[in-house]
């Protein structure tokens, strides 16, 4: 079962997981980018980068995923595109605490967020970015 299988505002648990798995392989990938990139000096050093960009990138998917289904359980609505938008910008603002950074948190709320919003109000108006067009 996918994330957008589960119903909106509906077992936080099981769709938290999902974000979860894919935010810490997302961060697994850009790790491995990261380090074939820069390579580092010792395989200490490696694994120590490696750990703490999967670290941050599953700790943003776990703050996506719960931020955005309670919200939609204590506003009420499930599928208004706002939630999505707060569990994004909740998610940036971990990023912003995680880096030290006012500006960064701030940055990667509104984008985030938005991104997070737009994501969800194309699924629920059937946007698609691949395949044929629709006549």
């Given amino acids: 079962m996918g994330y957008w ?14 974000t ?5 392989a997302i961060g697994l990938v850009g790790s491995a980018y990261h380090i074939v990139a820069f390579p580092p ?3 200490v050093e490696a694994l120590a980068r490696a750990t703490s960009g999967t ?3 599953a700790a943003m998917g776990a703050i996506f995923g719960m931020a955005t289904c309670l ?30 950074s006012a500006i960064t948190g701030t ?14 109000i194309g699924k629920k108006e059937g946007w698609r970015l691949t395949g044929p067009p629709k006549l």
């Avoid at 299988?5 to 999902?18: F, H, N, P, R």
């Avoid at 979860?20 to 810490?24: F, L």
């Fill in 5 to 18: 299988d589960l119903e909106e505002g509906k077992d936080c648990v099981a769709k938290t997981w999902i």
């Fill in 41 to 43: 000096e010792t395989a």
């Fill in 107 to 120: 940055t990667a709320c509104f984008g985030l967020g938005t991104l997070a919003m737009f994501t969800k």
């Fill in 55 to 57: 670290v941050t990138m």
């Fill in 71 to 100: 919200s939609a359980q204590a506003r009420e609505a499930p599928d208004d595109p706002t939630n999505y938008f707060i569990g994004g910008c909740a998610s940036g603002i971990f990023l912003g605490a995680r880096t030290h």
């Fill in 20 to 24: 979860t798995k894919i935010a810490t």
